[in-house]
C-alpha cells in the first residue's frame, strides 16, 4: 500500500522562523560583518546579499564529549604496506596525546573554524539600514489626500451581487416571512375552527352555505400563505463600503550631485555611492517617497536615476543653480504643507567664489523652512572652502535640521551615512 | 523469466512512471518478503529538501535557532556546490513518509523507492531497537503536540527564556534516553491529556523530595558527614540519592531538579522524548544504510533482469550505486571515516555469499549460517542487532581483507603509534572486535551518570564519569555544566573515576579559591 503526494506546491521555507531565530541571536555578529563589506564591496553590488561567517566556537552547542588523551583504537580502511606491530610517528608531532588516530584526523581536519552562511539581500539590508530614519517625518496633510481606502460601513439595501451579506439577507427574510405569515395563520386558525365547529353540529342543523364559505376561505389563506417568497428582494442586504481618505506621509528626497569637472571621478564614485546607499535606504523604508535627482555644473538639471548614477559631465560650478532648481520644483510640484521635503547633496565644496553667498541666502530665506532635513557632505581630503563656511552659518541657524559631514575616502561612507540618518530619540 | 518491455525509459519521470515501477518494486520486495509500513511517498523540491534537512527529518517541529543554524549551513554547502542534498530522505514513521527530489532522474527516484521506502522501512518495522524505542505511528502526533506546547510557552513566557531552556536540554539530549528499559508509548492526544495531570503531580513529588531538607548549616555544606561522632542522631545517614546511579540525566532533571516550573519540566519531558526517538538511529547507522543499499542494489537488478528498465537507466543506477559505497582509504583526500553505505552493504552482500557459497573459512567461522538461506539469514541478522553486535557477528575475514582494514593504536604514555592488527589471519579478530567498540555508543560518548543529588546538604549534584581506556573529557565539559547548572539550580559537581579511584574532580560554578588540584 503506498501512495504519492506531490508536496512541490506546498509552503517552502518552512524553516524561515528557526532562520530568524538564528539571525536574531548573532545579530551584532552579523552587524558587525554586514558594516565591514559595505565598506568592501562596491556599492553597486548592494543588489546582493552577503556572506558572513561567526567563528565556530561562538555558536557551537556543547555535549559531553571525549577530550584527546587516554587509549583509543581506531580502525582504518585501505592499508598498503603497514603490518602488526608497526610503530609509526604521531602526526603533528605532538607528545602527550595531542593526536585522535588518523581516522578521526581525516575527519575534522578540514578547516572549519569559521561558520559561513548567505544572507538575502534583503536581509543583508535590513542589517545594513538597522537604526536608521528619516528625521523630522510629519504627517502632513491628512484631509486633501486623493488616496483613499474602502473600509466596511455597516450594512445598506443597495449594493452590487458581490457584496451581499448572505446572514443579515436571510434574517431579514426569515422576520419578514414570520411577521407576513403571523395575521393570514391566525385568520386560517380561526377558519379552521370555525369548520370544525360547524362539522361537529347535528348534520340536521349543519349549514352547508356557510362550510363551503369556511372551506374557500382556508383555501385562499393556505394560497396566500404559499405564495409568501422565501427570499423576497427587499431582503437582501449589502455589505456597505465607504471610501476614507488614508493618512499617510508624503516625502520628497532631492538628490543633488555636483558632477563638475572639479570632482574627479573617484569624488564622483563615492559620491553615487552614497546617493546610491541613501536610495536603497529610502526605497526599502518608505512606500511614499518620491526621488527628485538633481545634477549641477554650471547649471542644473533634473535627470531620471539612470542618468544621474551612470552618465558623465564636466564644466565650471555654480551650486546656486541647483539650489534654485530645487526651489523651483518645490514650488511647482511638492507644496510644504503636503509633503516632508529632504534634500541631500554631495559636492567637492568648489563653487564660484560668489555664489556661496547665493547658496547661504537661497537657503536661509527660502529653502531652509520648507525643508525636513538638509545633508550635505563634501568629498574632500583638502580644506574647505567657500561653501562649507557658507553653510556652515546654515548649520548654527537650523542646527536641528541641517547636517553636513566630511567624507574623505570611500571607508567613511557607510560611518557618515549612519551619522547622518541615526535614529532620534522620539520626544 | 520472460522479458517484460521496459515502463520507462529516458532521465525524465513522470507520476504515472513512478507509480507503475513502485508497485513492480513492491511486489519483487514481497517475494523476498520485506515488510513494510504503508508508504507515503512525498515529491518535494531542493528547497523544501533542505527544510527537511533542518528539521532532521522531522515534518514538523518546534522553532529553535539550531535548527535555523543547521538550516544555513546546508544551505551555504549547497549552494556553494561543496554537497549534494540526499536524493531522499525516509522518517521513522507509520505510514513511513519517505521525501523524493524533483529534480532526480527517472532512475534516481526507482532507484531512492527502492532504497528508502522498501530498504529503510522494512528496516524501522523489523529492527528491534526501533521496534523497542519507537512507536512510528505516534510520532507525528507526538511533534504536533510538542510543537504547540512549545509554543504556547513562548507566548506565556517569552522566546527567550524557551529558547534558553531548550540550549540546556539540547546539550544534554544525548543523555536523556533510557538505555534497558522499554519507554512507553507517546501519542499526542494522551500527552495533551495527561499533561496538566502531570504537572500538578510532579510538582507535588519534587516537592516532597525536597521538604525534608534542613536549612543549609555551612560546615555540612563542605563536607557531608556521614561518621557518628558527627552526626549522632543519624540525621545524615539515609544514604545517597538517588539510591541507584541514574543514566538518563534530562529525565532525572524533569522529575528531581528542584526549582524548575512544570512547563520547564514539560519541555524537558519533550526534548528527552525525542532523543529517545533518535537512539535506535543513531546506532544503527551501518546496518540501516547497508541494509536499504542492499536492496536497492538486488531490487534494480530484478528489474533489470525482467526488463523493466533498460540498459541506459541500468548503466546510471550502477555509476551512482558504484559512487555511493565507495571506500576512500585512510590516506585519499576524500577519506571521510568509514562510509556506512558501503561498510554495510558489503557485510549484508557477503552474508550472502556465506550462505550461498560457503568457502571453508566461512564454514569455520559462520558454522551456523553458511550454507543456509540466505534471505532467512539475512533477516535475522536485520532484526535482531544493531552495528555494534552486528559487525561482532558477522564481519568476516573477507570483508575485512576486501576494504583492508587495520587497527591503530593511539596511547598518550607512548610516544608512537601503533599498529595493533591488520588483515591477515592473526589480526581479524582483533580488528572485528575493535571496529565493533567504535559503534558502541557507550564508547563514543561518555559514559556519565548521576551519582548523587545532596538533597539534605547543600543540594548540589554530583555526577560520576567512568573513563574509558582513560580518556578524559572535552573542552566542552564546562559549557554542559554550565547548562546543567541552570537546570538544576545548584552547584555541579562532576567526577571522572578510573577503576575505583577517582581522578579527576570538577565543578560548576567554579568555586571562588580554586581548589588544590586532585
Same mark, same amino acid.
Given at each position: 500500500?503506498?501512495?504519492?503526494?506531490?508536496?512541490?506546491?506546498?509552503? +517552502?521555507?518552512?524553516?524561515?522562523?528557526?532562520? &530568524?531565530?538564528?539571525?536574531?541571536?548573532?545579530?551584532?555578529?552579523?552587524?558587525?560583518?554586514?558594516?565591514?563589506?559595505?565598506? +568592501?564591496?562596491s556599492?553597486?553590488?548592494?543588489?546582493?546579499?552577503?556572506?558572513?561567517?561567526?567563528?565556530?566556537?561562538?555558536?557551537?552547542?556543547?555535549?559531553?564529549?571525549?577530550?584527546?588523551?587516554?587509549?583509543?583504537?581506531?580502525?582504518?580502511? /585501505?592499508?598498503?604496506?603497514?603490518?602488526?606491530?608497526?610503530?609509526?610517528r604521531?602526526? !603533528?608531532?605532538?607528545?602527550?596525546?595531542?593526536?585522535?588516530?588518523?581516522?578521526?584526523?581525516?575527519?575534522? /581536519?578540514?578547516?572549519?573554524?569559521?561558520?559561513?552562511?548567505?544572507?538575502s539581500?534583503?536581509?543583508?539590508?535590513?542589517?545594513?539600514?538597522? !537604526?536608521? %530614519?528619516?528625521?523630522?517625518?510629519? *504627517?502632513?496633510q491628512?484631509?486633501?489626500?486623493?488616496?483613499?481606502?474602502?473600509?466596511?460601513?455597516?450594512?445598506? @439595501?443597495?449594493?452590487?451581487?458581490?457584496?451581499?451579506?448572505?446572514?443579515?439577507?436571510?434574517?431579514?427574510?426569515?422576520?419578514?416571512?414570520?411577521?407576513?405569515?403571523?395575521?393570514?395563520?391566525?385568520?386560517?386558525?380561526?377558519?379552521?375552527e370555525?369548520?370544525?365547529?360547524?362539522?361537529?353540529?347535528?348534520?340536521?342543523?349543519?349549514?352547508?352555505?356557510?362550510?363551503?364559505?369556511?372551506?374557500?376561505?382556508?383555501?385562499?389563506?393556505?394560497?396566500?400563505?404559499?405564495?409568501?417568497?422565501?427570499?423576497?428582494?427587499?431582503?437582501?442586504?449589502?455589505?456597505?463600503?465607504?471610501?476614507?481618505?488614508?493618512?499617510?506621509?508624503?516625502?520628497?528626497?532631492?538628490?543633488?550631485m555636483?558632477?563638475?569637472?572639479?570632482?574627479?571621478?573617484?569624488?564622483?564614485?563615492?559620491?553615487?555611492?552614497?546617493?546610491?546607499?541613501?536610495?536603497?535606504?529610502?526605497?526599502?523604508?518608505?512606500?511614499?517617497?518620491e526621488?527628485?535627482?538633481v545634477?549641477?555644473?554650471?547649471?542644473?538639471?533634473?535627470?531620471?536615476?539612470?542618468?544621474?548614477?551612470?552618465?558623465?559631465?564636466?564644466? /565650471?560650478?555654480?551650486?546656486?543653480?541647483?539650489?534654485?532648481?530645487?526651489?523651483?520644483?518645490?514650488?511647482?510640484?511638492?507644496?510644504?504643507?503636503?509633503?516632508?521635503?529632504?534634500?541631500?547633496?554631495?559636492?567637492?565644496?568648489?563653487?564660484?567664489?560668489?555664489?556661496?553667498?547665493?547658496?547661504? =541666502?537661497?537657503l536661509?530665506?527660502?529653502?531652509?523652512?520648507?525643508?525636513?532635513?538638509?545633508?550635505?557632505?563634501?568629498?574632500?581630503?583638502?580644506?574647505?572652502?567657500?561653501?562649507?563656511?557658507?553653510?556652515?552659518?546654515?548649520?548654527?541657524?537650523?542646527? %536641528?535640521?541641517?547636517?553636513?559631514?566630511?567624507?574623505?575616502?570611500?571607508?567613511?561612507?557607510?560611518?557618515?551615512?549612519?551619522?547622518?540618518?541615526?535614529? *532620534?530619540?522620539?520626544? | 523469466?520472460?522479458?517484460?518491455?521496459?515502463?520507462?525509459?529516458?532521465?525524465?519521470w513522470?507520476?504515472e512512471?513512478?507509480?507503475?515501477?513502485? *508497485?513492480?518494486?513492491?511486489?519483487?520486495?514481497?517475494?523476498?518478503?520485506?515488510?513494510?509500513?504503508?508508504?507515503?511517498?512525498?515529491i518535494?523540491?531542493?528547497?523544501?529538501?533542505?527544510?527537511?534537512?533542518?528539521?532532521?527529518?522531522?515534518?514538523?517541529?518546534?522553532?529553535?535557532?539550531?535548527?535555523?543554524?543547521?538550516?544555513?549551513?546546508?544551505?551555504?554547502?549547497?549552494?556553494?556546490?561543496?554537497m549534494g542534498?540526499?536524493? =531522499?530522505?525516509?522518517?521513522?514513521?507509520?505510514?513511513?513518509?519517505?521525501?523524493?527530489?524533483?529534480?532526480?532522474?527517472?532512475?534516481?527516484?526507482?532507484?531512492?523507492?527502492?532504497?528508502?521506502?522498501?530498504?529503510h522501512?522494512?528496516?524501522? @518495522?523489523?529492527?528491534?531497537?526501533?521496534?523497542?524505542?519507537?512507536?512510528?505511528?505516534?510520532?507525528?502526533?507526538?511533534?504536533?503536540f510538542?510543537?504547540?506546547?512549545?509554543?504556547?510557552? %513562548?507566548? *506565556?513566557?517569552?522566546?527567550?527564556?524557551?529558547?534558553?531552556?531548550?540550549?540546556?536540554?539540547?546539550?544534554?539530549?544525548?543523555?536523556?534516553?533510557?538505555?534497558?528499559?522499554?519507554?512507553?508509548?507517546?501519542?499526542?492526544?494522551?500527552?495533551?491529556?495527561?499533561?496538566?495531570? +502531570?504537572?500538578?503531580?510532579?510538582?507535588?513529588?519534587?516537592?516532597?523530595?525536597?521538604?525534608?531538607?534542613?536549612?543549609?548549616?555551612?560546615?555540612?555544606?563542605?563536607?557531608?558527614?556521614?561518621?557518628?561522632?558527627?552526626?549522632?542522631?543519624?540525621?545524615?545517614?539515609?544514604?545517597?540519592?538517588p539510591?541507584?546511579?541514574?543514566?538518563?540525566?534530562?529525565?532525572?532533571l524533569?522529575?528531581?531538579?528542584?526549582?524548575?516550573?512544570?512547563?520547564?519540566?514539560?519541555i524537558?519531558?519533550?526534548?528527552?522524548?525525542?532523543?529517545?526517538?533518535?537512539?535506535?538511529?543513531?546506532?544503527?547507522?551501518?546496518?540501516?544504510? !547497508?541494509?536499504?543499499?542492499?536492496?536497492?542494489?538486488?531490487?534494480?537488478?530484478?528489474?533489470?533482469?525482467?526488463?523493466?528498465?533498460?540498459?541506459?537507466?541500468?548503466?546510471?543506477?550502477?555509476? $551512482?550505486?558504484?559512487?555511493?559505497?565507495?571506500?576512500?582509504?585512510?590516506?585519499?583526500?576524500?577519506?571521510?571515516?568509514?562510509?556506512?553505505?558501503?561498510?554495510?552493504?558489503?557485510?549484508?552482500?557477503?552474508?550472502?555469499?556465506?550462505?550461498?557459497?560457503?568457502?571453508?573459512?566461512?564454514?569455520?567461522?559462520?558454522?551456523?549460517?553458511?550454507?543456509?538461506?540466505?534471505?532467512?539469514?539475512?533477516?535475522?541478522a536485520?532484526?535482531?542487532?544493531?552495528?555494534?553486535?552486528?559487525?561482532?557477528?558477522?564481519?568476516?575475514?573477507?570483508?575485512?581483507?576486501?576494504?583492508?582494514?587495520?587497527?591503530?593504536?593511539?596511547?598518550?604514555?607512548?610516544?608512537?603509534? &601503533?599498529?595493533?592488527?591488520?588483515?591477515?589471519?592473526?589480526?581479524?579478530?582483533?580488528?572485528? %572486535?575493535?571496529?565493533?567498540v567504535?559503534?558502541?555508543?557507550?564508547?563514543?560518548?561518555?559514559?556519565?551518570?548521576?551519582?548523587?543529588?545532596?538533597?539534605?546538604?547543600?543540594?548540589?549534584?554530583?555526577?560520576?564519569?567512568?573513563?574509558?581506556?582513560?580518556?578524559?573529557?572535552?573542552?566542552?565539559?564546562?559549557?554542559?555544566?554550565?547548562?546543567?547548572?541552570?537546570?538544576?539550580?545548584?552547584?555541579?559537581?562532576?567526577?571522572?573515576?578510573?577503576?575505583?579511584?577517582?581522578?579527576?574532580?570538577?565543578?560548576?560554578?567554579?568555586?571562588?579559591?580554586?581548589?588544590? $588540584?586532585?
Amino acid at each position: 500500500m503506498s501512495y504519492f503526494i506531490d508536496r512541490r506546491p506546498n509552503a +517552502r521555507h518552512k524553516s524561515a522562523v528557526n532562520r &530568524q531565530r538564528f539571525l536574531q541571536r548573532y545579530r551584532s555578529h552579523i552587524k558587525r560583518a554586514a558594516e565591514e563589506s559595505v565598506n +568592501r564591496r562596491s556599492i553597486t553590488d548592494m543588489e546582493r546579499g552577503e556572506k558572513v561567517s561567526i567563528p565556530t566556537k561562538d555558536i557551537s552547542e556543547p555535549s559531553f564529549q571525549h577530550g584527546p588523551g587516554g587509549r583509543r583504537t581506531v580502525v582504518s580502511p /585501505g592499508n598498503k604496506e603497514f603490518a602488526e606491530g608497526d610503530r609509526l610517528r604521531r602526526p !603533528g608531532g605532538g607528545g602527550g596525546g595531542g593526536g585522535s588516530g588518523e581516522g578521526q584526523a581525516g575527519n575534522q /581536519g578540514e578547516g572549519m573554524d569559521e561558520f559561513v552562511f548567505s544572507l538575502s539581500r534583503e536581509e543583508f539590508l535590513d542589517f545594513v539600514f538597522d !537604526g536608521l %530614519e528619516l528625521p523630522h517625518l510629519e *504627517r502632513k496633510q491628512l484631509q486633501v489626500l486623493e488616496e483613499t481606502r474602502p473600509v466596511r460601513a455597516g450594512i445598506s @439595501k443597495e449594493g452590487v451581487p458581490a457584496r451581499i451579506n448572505i446572514v443579515r439577507s436571510m434574517r431579514e427574510a426569515q422576520a419578514r416571512r414570520i411577521g407576513m405569515r403571523a395575521p393570514l395563520k391566525r385568520a386560517l386558525r380561526e377558519a379552521q375552527e370555525a369548520l370544525d365547529a360547524e362539522e361537529r353540529k347535528d348534520p340536521v342543523l349543519r349549514n352547508p352555505a356557510r362550510i363551503d364559505e369556511l372551506k374557500s376561505e382556508i383555501a385562499r389563506l393556505e394560497k396566500r400563505i404559499a405564495s409568501i417568497p422565501f427570499l423576497d428582494t427587499y431582503d437582501l442586504r449589502y455589505n456597505h463600503l465607504t471610501h476614507q481618505p488614508m493618512p499617510s506621509n508624503q516625502a520628497v528626497m532631492f538628490c543633488i550631485m555636483d558632477v563638475s569637472g572639479s570632482m574627479t571621478q573617484a569624488h564622483k564614485d563615492i559620491g553615487k555611492r552614497f546617493f546610491l546607499l541613501l536610495y536603497l535606504f529610502l526605497e526599502r523604508n518608505y512606500e511614499k517617497v518620491e526621488l527628485v535627482f538633481v545634477r549641477h555644473h554650471t547649471v542644473a538639471k533634473e535627470v531620471d536615476e539612470e542618468e544621474f548614477f551612470y552618465s558623465r559631465e564636466t564644466g /565650471g560650478t555654480i551650486v546656486s543653480s541647483a539650489l534654485t532648481l530645487v526651489n523651483s520644483i518645490i514650488e511647482a510640484r511638492y507644496a510644504p504643507e503636503q509633503w516632508n521635503l529632504y534634500v541631500a547633496q554631495a559636492s567637492d565644496g568648489d563653487n564660484w567664489d560668489d555664489d556661496s553667498s547665493n547658496c547661504l =541666502e537661497l537657503l536661509n530665506e527660502s529653502l531652509m523652512r520648507k525643508l525636513q532635513y538638509f545633508t550635505y557632505v563634501e568629498i574632500t581630503p583638502h580644506a574647505h572652502q567657500a561653501l562649507w563656511e557658507a553653510y556652515d552659518t546654515v548649520r548654527a541657524a537650523y542646527p %536641528e535640521r541641517f547636517a553636513m559631514q566630511q567624507i574623505v575616502q570611500a571607508e567613511d561612507i557607510y560611518p557618515v551615512f549612519r551619522k547622518l540618518f541615526r535614529q *532620534r530619540a522620539q520626544g | 523469466m520472460t522479458r517484460r518491455k521496459p515502463i520507462a525509459t529516458g532521465s525524465d519521470w513522470n507520476f504515472e512512471a513512478l507509480e507503475t515501477y513502485e *508497485r513492480a518494486i513492491a511486489e519483487l520486495a514481497r517475494e523476498y518478503r520485506l515488510d513494510t509500513y504503508p508508504n507515503q511517498i512525498e515529491i518535494i523540491t531542493s528547497e523544501q529538501m533542505m527544510d527537511a534537512y533542518a528539521s532532521v527529518g522531522m515534518p514538523i517541529g518546534y522553532h529553535h535557532w539550531s535548527f535555523g543554524k543547521q538550516f544555513l549551513s546546508v544551505e551555504q554547502a549547497y549552494r556553494r556546490g561543496q554537497m549534494g542534498l540526499a536524493y =531522499e530522505l525516509v522518517i521513522n514513521s507509520d505510514p513511513c513518509i519517505a521525501y523524493l527530489m524533483e529534480e532526480n532522474s527517472l532512475m534516481m527516484q526507482v532507484l531512492v523507492i527502492a532504497h528508502a521506502c522498501y530498504g529503510h522501512n522494512s528496516f524501522f @518495522k523489523g529492527n528491534y531497537l526501533f521496534r523497542t524505542w519507537t512507536d512510528a505511528s505516534a510520532i507525528v502526533d507526538y511533534l504536533v503536540f510538542a510543537r504547540s506546547y512549545v509554543a504556547k510557552c %513562548e507566548e *506565556r513566557h517569552g522566546v527567550e527564556a524557551v529558547e534558553q531552556l531548550l540550549d540546556a536540554c539540547h546539550a544534554l539530549q544525548n543523555y536523556g534516553v533510557d538505555r534497558y528499559k522499554r519507554p512507553s508509548p507517546i501519542s499526542a492526544g494522551e500527552e495533551a491529556r495527561r499533561q496538566e495531570e +502531570r504537572e500538578a503531580y510532579l510538582q507535588t513529588q519534587v516537592n516532597r523530595l525536597w521538604s525534608t531538607i534542613p536549612p543549609v548549616v555551612s560546615e555540612l555544606a563542605q563536607e557531608p558527614l556521614h561518621d557518628h561522632e558527627n552526626d549522632p542522631l543519624g540525621l545524615h545517614r539515609h544514604g545517597r540519592y538517588p539510591s541507584e546511579p541514574q543514566e538518563n540525566l534530562l529525565y532525572f532533571l524533569e522529575k528531581n531538579a528542584p526549582l524548575l516550573e512544570p512547563w520547564q519540566r514539560e519541555i524537558v519531558r519533550i526534548v528527552r522524548k525525542l532523543a529517545q526517538y533518535f537512539y535506535p538511529q543513531r546506532q544503527t547507522q551501518v546496518m540501516n544504510e !547497508g541494509w536499504a543499499t542492499f536492496w536497492h542494489y538486488t531490487l534494480m537488478n530484478r528489474l533489470y533482469d525482467d526488463g523493466l528498465i533498460d540498459e541506459g537507466i541500468m548503466l546510471e543506477f550502477l555509476q $551512482s550505486h558504484t559512487s555511493v559505497v565507495t571506500q576512500p582509504g585512510f590516506d585519499s583526500p576524500y577519506f571521510n571515516g568509514i562510509n556506512p553505505y558501503a561498510l554495510g552493504f558489503a557485510m549484508f552482500s557477503d552474508i550472502q555469499r556465506i550462505c550461498r557459497a560457503p568457502t571453508d573459512e566461512d564454514r569455520e567461522w559462520f558454522p551456523d549460517i553458511a550454507g543456509s538461506d540466505w534471505l532467512e539469514t539475512l533477516h535475522f541478522a536485520m532484526q535482531n542487532f544493531k552495528d555494534e553486535s552486528f559487525i561482532q557477528q558477522f564481519l568476516s575475514p573477507k570483508v575485512i581483507r576486501d576494504l583492508k582494514l587495520f587497527s591503530l593504536v593511539d596511547d598518550d604514555r607512548d610516544d608512537s603509534l &601503533q599498529i595493533e592488527a591488520i588483515h591477515d589471519d592473526r589480526g581479524y579478530r582483533r580488528i572485528r %572486535e575493535a571496529l565493533s567498540v567504535q559503534y558502541a555508543l557507550s564508547a563514543r560518548e561518555p559514559n556519565i551518570q548521576v551519582w548523587e543529588a545532596d538533597i539534605r546538604g547543600d543540594r548540589s549534584l554530583t555526577l560520576r564519569h567512568v573513563q574509558d581506556r582513560r580518556r578524559p573529557l572535552g573542552q566542552s565539559l564546562f559549557p554542559v555544566m554550565r547548562y546543567l547548572h541552570q537546570l538544576w539550580g545548584f552547584p555541579i559537581k562532576l567526577e571522572s573515576t578510573e577503576g575505583d579511584d577517582i581522578v579527576r574532580r570538577y565543578q560548576w560554578p567554579i568555586p571562588e579559591p580554586t581548589r588544590e $588540584s586532585a
